[in-house]
């Protein structure tokens, strides 16, 4: 069964650091969320991506944060300037479609840890 | 997307059918109902969904109220892998808002 795969599962990095997080999503599927949950809290919706471009952002998506598909099969999630606060398991999403009677599949997301 | 209610926790015992409830008064003709779970220290899980028909997959059951103001989720017989937070979500069919809006969902407790 087709699955979305992250790397790494898990990221340690200092304040101020730039990271990188990668996902491949399911090969047919046209449509791309990054999400994050801070611990024991709920999920939060970050950005959804469409034919390379950003079709919605949250709040929470402001200029530290960016996405990429910089090829057929990847699709990453960058900090610039990483905070404390950005700690928090991030998952990557993908559905075939953006429509609300479609399913969105998600990887088994990164722990990032900043220091 | 409109809100949905459910309870914070349920607990059930392994090998029974479990039944999750969902409140939704304000749902609209064109919201279809998910369900997601997320075990722990998992990604979230798609498990079901639907407009206003029963709806039946490998995973569970969607029995959907006939105002459609509430649904159930039915795990036909739970096992210790089923134990999770499930949450119940509104999506508009017509609606080019592509996120899931997450709440706090239902921690499922099966005891052996």
């Known amino acids: 069964e087709p699955e979305v795969t992250q790397t790494p599962s898990h990221q340690v990095t200092q304040m101020g650091q730039e990271v990188i997080l990668r996902c491949v999503p399911i090969s047919n599927h046209l449509y791309f969320y990054w999400y994050r949950q801070i611990l024991g809290q709920k999920v939060e919706f970050l950005v959804s991506f469409y034919n390379n471009e950003i079709s919605e952002k949250s709040e929470i998506f402001d200029d530290q944060f960016s996405v990429e598909r910089p090829d057929g099969s990847n699709f990453t999630l960058k900090i610039r300037s990483t905070k404390l606060e950005d700690s928090a398991m991030y998952f990557c999403?993908?559905?075939?479609?953006?429509?609300?009677?479609?399913?969105?599949?998600f990887g088994p997301g990164t722990r990032l840890t900043v220091t | 997307d409109a809100k949905t209610t459910q309870p914070n926790s349920m607990e059930s015992n392994e090998e029974e059918p479990v039944h999750l409830p969902c409140n939704h008064s304000t749902i609209s003709g064109t919201d279809y109902i998910h369900w997601y779970r997320q075990l722990p220290s998992q990604g979230p899980e798609y498990v079901i969904h639907?407009?206003?028909?029963?709806v039946n997959n490998r995973m569970a059951s969607l029995a959907i109220a006939e105002d459609r103001k509430s649904s159930t989720l039915i795990l036909h017989r739970a096992t210790l892998r089923d134990a999770a937070v499930y949450y119940c979500i509104l999506r508009d069919a017509m609606d080019s808002n592509y996120q899931l809006i997450w709440g706090a969902g239902t921690k499922l407790i099966i005891k052996p």
């Open positions: 639907g407009l206003t028909s029963n």
């Open positions: 999403a993908s559905s075939a479609q953006d429509r609300g009677y479609k399913e969105q599949y």
